[in-house]
């Protein structure tokens, strides 16, 4: 996959790539686009090397999924859609008063907002980028409603298309975000504004593209979202710092040059052709790319009920999540944990190993003192 536009790293021959990911994918299946959703994904979990590839190749990993056995009831539901389409036309009617009130703007009749439509997305990516030049030049108030931004992965474009972005009188540019879970005193629920920031971080990074070969333009490092207050349906924002969040998905699509090493370590013969390739043959050839579950990929990725399976299979410690597995070192299956916390191995002399056994020894004690036998 080809690094970032701003990455400074040396790009392999598209030409060789792109036809080793089309074999992959199956040379008459059309590739899968990829999207923000599936860009914010990958960030998230930057030492998957399966997800990178099967990315990467474009294939359809929901109907991978399926042939494996192990379909995922994955993305949002018809109502979560119709709810949040609902509200966004909220936000947006009557011009964008309601979100040219929340950005601070007094008289929205000063605010420009351009025609945006043009034929294809090339065009619409061309006259997006006309139009955030000729706001920045005017130095004028100016609202984008869905603009189409690209950035170049695996050697062809990914079409991006962010809910509004406004360009300030200064040529500061700022991504707004439209989601329809509550903000309640305040506050919303931590891992959706979490996947949100995710998501806006790929449209700053497109956008700086956009104003590198702009004068007088800069991106904000943080972004408006726009939420309903508590459980009304009233808009209110607050603005999230996403330099985190860029920073990370910056380093992923970086990492994705290697692609081609992970691609060039497969096993002779291996595909993930759905249409062609039989369960047994497409559950190897998954298998052949080493994965990096986390209890998180349930809510991001289609193939993440196949790896929880192989996990528990497994008996890795990844099912218990990211934070227990980075607290228990060298032990890598419950099976190792369970017997070092039982004295039966292990070093003693391993802070992780002690206190697993200090934890047991406590919990022995409390449960004797409620009169409870503990389960061995």
Not at 62 to 90: D, H, M, Y
Not at 316 to 331: F, M, Y
């Amino acid at each position: 996959m080809s690094a970032s536009p701003d990455s400074g790293l040396s790009r392999p021959p598209q030409t060789t790539r792109r036809q080793r990911l089309a074999e992959l994918r199956g040379p008459a299946t059309p590739p899968r686009p990829l999207d923000a959703r599936a860009l914010a994904a990958l960030a998230a979990n930057p030492g998957c090397r399966r997800r990178a590839l099967l990315d990467g190749a474009g294939v359809d990993k929901s109907a991978l999924a399926a042939k494996l056995g192990s379909p995922a009831p994955f993305g949002q539901s018809q109502f979560a859609i119709v709810r949040g389409n609902s509200f966004e036309a909220k936000v947006k009617a009557d011009g964008g008063r309601e979100l040219l009130r929340l950005i601070g703007v007094e008289d929205p009749g000063t605010v420009s907002v351009p025609e945006l439509s043009a034929a294809g997305p090339e065009g619409r990516v061309a006259r997006t980028a006309l139009a955030l030049r000729e706001a920045t030049a005017a130095g004028t108030w100016t609202l984008l409603d869905h603009p189409l931004l690209a950035l170049e992965v695996a050697g062809s474009p990914v079409y991006l298309e962010p809910d509004a972005v406004v360009v300030r009188p200064d040529g500061g540019w700022t991504v707004v975000e439209i989601k329809s879970f509550p903000m309640v005193d305040g506050a919303a629920d931590a891992s959706k504004v979490g996947a949100a920031a995710r998501q806006a971080a790929v449209y700053v990074l497109a956008l700086e593209r956009v104003a590198a070969a702009t004068e007088g333009a800069r991106v904000a490092q943080s972004v408006l979202l726009v939420c309903p207050k508590d459980f009304s349906n009233l808009p209110t924002a607050s603005v999230v710092d996403v330099r985190k969040q860029r920073s990370v998905t910056r380093r992923q699509l970086d990492r994705l040059t290697r692609i081609d090493e992970i691609a060039a370590a497969l096993p002779e013969g291996v595909g993930f052709d759905v249409a062609e390739r039989s369960p047994e043959e497409l559950t190897a050839a998954v298998e052949s790319v080493p994965h990096q579950y986390a209890p998180e990929c349930l809510a991001a990725c289609e193939l993440a009920f196949h790896c929880r399976s192989r996990a528990r299979q497994a008996d890795a410690v990844e099912t218990l999540g990211r934070s227990v597995r980075g607290e228990l070192g060298g032990l890598t299956t419950v099976g190792a944990v369970l017997a070092a916390a039982r004295g039966e191995e292990g070093d003693p002399a391993d802070p992780t190993v002690a206190a697993l056994r200090r934890a047991r020894a406590l919990r022995e004690e409390a449960l004797s003192g409620a009169g409870v036998r503990a389960c061995r």
